[in-house]
């Protein structure tokens, strides 16, 4: 079993997300920030959900206020996201993504993708469906570019 599918987070609700849930799923695991220039990427994100989720994707947004970009509270975000981004792909509790109270799921991903420190909102990660092969992707990277890949990996 991957090692991914050992990790548990906290929805914005109160509710654990299970990874063993996901086996045999694609995953997008993506740190936001609501108030990031970036931010607009939550649409993407949601629409790249909306087509492949029934062919199993799994779009999954850690909040983090690392670089300051972040609303006051868990309750404000999520109420922002699905006001101005129709985001009904879960959102968890806040994060950190680098540093001494780096979340588990950010160290396990950064070293399995091979790069180090997160450097602003809005990096992915995109998991196959064995939960072994993790390729990580830029901010800047727009969702709608990942999607060849998200293809790639739901025919496997």
Known sequence: MSKIYEFSETEMNGFTIDFKDYQGKV??????????GLAPQFEGLEALYQKYHD???EVLGL???QFHQELADDKETSDYC???????????K???????????????????????????????????RDGETI????????PEKIEPKILEALKR
């Open 27 to 36: 995953l997008l695991i993506v740190n936001t920030a609501s108030k990031c």
């Open 82 to 92: 699905q006001m101005h981004y129709g985001v009904t792909f879960p959102m968890t």
């Open 94 to 128: 806040r994060i950190e993504v680098n540093g001494n109270q780096e979340d588990p799921l950010f160290t396990y991903l950064k070293d399995a993708a091979g790069h180090g420190k997160i450097k602003w909102n809005f990096t992915k990660f995109l998991v196959s």
């Open 135 to 142: 390729e990580r992707f830029a901010p800047v990277t727009k």
């Open 63 to 65: 909040p983090s206020n």
């Open 55 to 57: 062919q199993g994707l």
